[in-house]
């Protein structure tokens, strides 16, 4: 990158090695500017079951849920799934600890489903998030800024699948997959509080440039699903789809990542 003259990295990767905080990490020991979060934000907003730990004790409204590695499922899936039945889990989201982009997901409406479930996400994992499912509408608020410093907030989102019972990687990625309301349809009251939730995230995490926080609204208000610190930029993505909204610039406002990313103290420099 340096002999080619590289000056900062947009980074836009997803999944395990480009959200996760281990590309972020190898490039601060390079000393190599890049847009986004850092290595730690990154790993936390990954990983399912330390962003739900840190949202839990900053007080944050979040679906109830258990944690489960792959050791007590076989020692015991019993157990497992009576602990779910007590926490009214089914139905509910068996989900793969740490990746992205609806990976490793699965409703389950049965034992028996959750059985299946469980056995496929812990071919993947050794640990997973069992959460219940909150019926209602489901909202994403994108935001841009530096954890310490002022957050611009964009237009909320809301997504309707239409592909699937939920945002699954068909509904996000396959044309016609979802309608993706821009700027919602919601009240000025329903979109300032899920803005100020999102913001909360991002301070707590130490997130910087864009971040975006996904939300069911049930009967008793928004809870916070997760945070994703490098969201989608293709063509059926929807932070560019909030940037219009706005009125942005796309290639003005991706160019003040870079310029932003710049201007950050760097490792050795």
Known sequence: LREAGVEA???????????????????????MPYTGAGCEASAVAMNKLIFKA??????????????????????????VLAEATRRELIPGFIKVAAAGSSFGVSLVTSPDEARAALR????????????????????????????DGAIEALPVVEIRPKKGSFFDLASKYDEGGADEICPAEISTELAG??????????RLIGARGMTRT?????????????????????AASIFPKALAAAGRDPGEFYRALLVAALARPRWGV
């Open 54 to 79: 840190l949202v839990l004790e900053a007080g944050l409204p979040t679906p109830r849920h258990l944690s489960c590695d792959r050791r007590s499922w076989r020692s015991d899936p019993g157990a």
């Open 193 to 202: 509080r899920v803005t100020a939730l999102a913001t909360a995230v991002h």
């Open 120 to 147: 496929e996400a812990f071919a993947a994992d050794d640990h997973l998030l069992w959460e219940a499912r909150i019926e209602g509408r489901e909202l994403t608020v994108p935001l841009c800024g530096d954890a």
């Open 214 to 234: 996904d939300f069911m609204v049930g009967p008793d208000g928004p809870v916070i699903l997760e945070t994703n610190t490098i969201p989608g930029l293709t």
């Open 9 to 31: 990295v947009f980074l836009a990767l997803h999944g395990r090695g480009g959200e996760d905080g281990t590309i972020q990490g190898f490039l601060d020991w390079a000393g």
